[in-house]
């Protein structure tokens, strides 16, 4: 298997470098046509990080032509990929970016300064001076969309404006000639947003949505072999609440999950947890049908600082200082 390294202590977004290595490798002809990458959740576990955001750097590779994600086969390299430069032309372009990132360091920045900031002029345009007033923020319940928003807004300084996931076809068609500079989505909805966006040349950026320390710190203090049940309004937004609890390293519980659509496994669930953790869209609801004994917590979500020092990268730019 290729030798992939992640370092998660970097603001740079995991699959991004996930995608960017992947990327190396097939233009340097490391990885060569038709070879078989591994599956999103053996990349995943080697890597020690979620199989969706494996997920997410495929999608982008395959968006980009470089690989090819067949269902129930596999993911190859592409038969048919971009022109890869000869050896010689390879070579003056490493030692380019090597001089470069000398050049940064002895300016007192890092590799990682540099990247971010060659990151935002060449795939984010940042030289486009685009003068946004206002962005979008999408997702699918209204709770989630307001807090988010809220976060968000007071994050970057610029209005956001929060639209479900449900209505953004109407919003789109209606505005399609201005109304919002960018959407802001979560990771779970980016596919669908974009497939509704792009059209009207809308740019879509991707965030995660991640556990606070709070909702962590909670459910690590419980008892080694804690029962824990998982609520949110679906199976299958309770089933990411699991993915991203697993991803955070708790090991003293033991997790269920269940969706307030579908009740009979819910009540199932309730009967036979000792704390329940549920999401605010839900939480007034539930709370009214847990047993006494069983004890509620929040299960509140953030945006990833990564994805919304992204945002303020893309946005730099337009910002006019005082």
Do not use: W
């Not at 603001?11 to 990327?23: A, C, N, V, W």
């Not at 046509?33 to 020690?48: E, F, I, N, T």
């Not at 000792?274 to 709370?287: E, H, K, L, N, Q």
């Not at 299960?299 to 005082?322: C, E, F, H, R, T």
């Amino acid at each position: 298997m290729m030798e992939f390294r992640i370092n998660k202590a970097s603001e740079f977004p995991i699959y991004q470098q996930l995608k960017e290595q992947i990327k190396y490798f097939i233009l340097g002809a490391e990885l060569a046509h038709g070879d078989r990458l591994p599956s999103p959740k053996d990349l995943a576990a080697v890597l020690c990080i979620n199989r969706n955001t494996v997920i997410a750097a495929y999608k982008e590779l395959e968006s980009e032509g470089l690989i090819e994600m067949k269902h129930g086969q596999g993911t190859y390299v592409a038969e048919e990929i971009p022109r890869i430069p000869d050896v010689q032309r390879r070579q003056a372009l490493l030692n380019l970016a090597q001089e470069t990132i000398q050049r940064a360091r002895e300016l007192g920045f890092s590799a990682e300064d540099l990247f971010t900031v060659v990151f935002g002029q060449a795939i984010l345009g940042f030289d486009q001076q685009n003068g946004f007033d206002k962005i979008v923020f999408v997702e699918c319940n209204r709770h989630d969309i307001e807090y988010y928003s809220q976060e968000l807004e007071r994050e970057i300084g610029i209005a956001v404006e929060g639209c479900l996931l449900a209505d953004l076809n109407t919003r789109a068609g209606s505005e399609a000639s201005g109304g919002f500079g960018f959407a802001v989505t979560t990771f779970s909805h980016v596919e669908a947003v974009k497939s509704i966006l792009e059209p009207y040349g809308k740019e879509v950026i991707a965030v995660m949505a991640v556990p606070q320390i709070k909702t962590l710190f909670q459910i690590g203090q419980l008892e080694q072999g804690t029962r824990v049940g998982l609520v949110c309004a679906t199976e299958e937004g309770a089933q990411r609440m699991e993915t991203s609890l697993k991803s955070a390293g708790l090991t003293n519980v033991v997790l269920r999950h269940a969706g307030l659509n579908h009740e009979p496994s819910l009540r199932e669930l309730l009967q036979s947890v000792d704390v329940v953790v549920s999401s605010r869209a839900v939480i007034d609801r539930i709370r009214t049908m847990v047993p006494e004994k069983i004890r509620v917590l929040e299960y509140i979500n953030a945006l990833d600082q990564a994805g919304i020092s992204m945002i303020k990268q893309y946005l730099a730019p337009q910002v006019v200082q005082p």
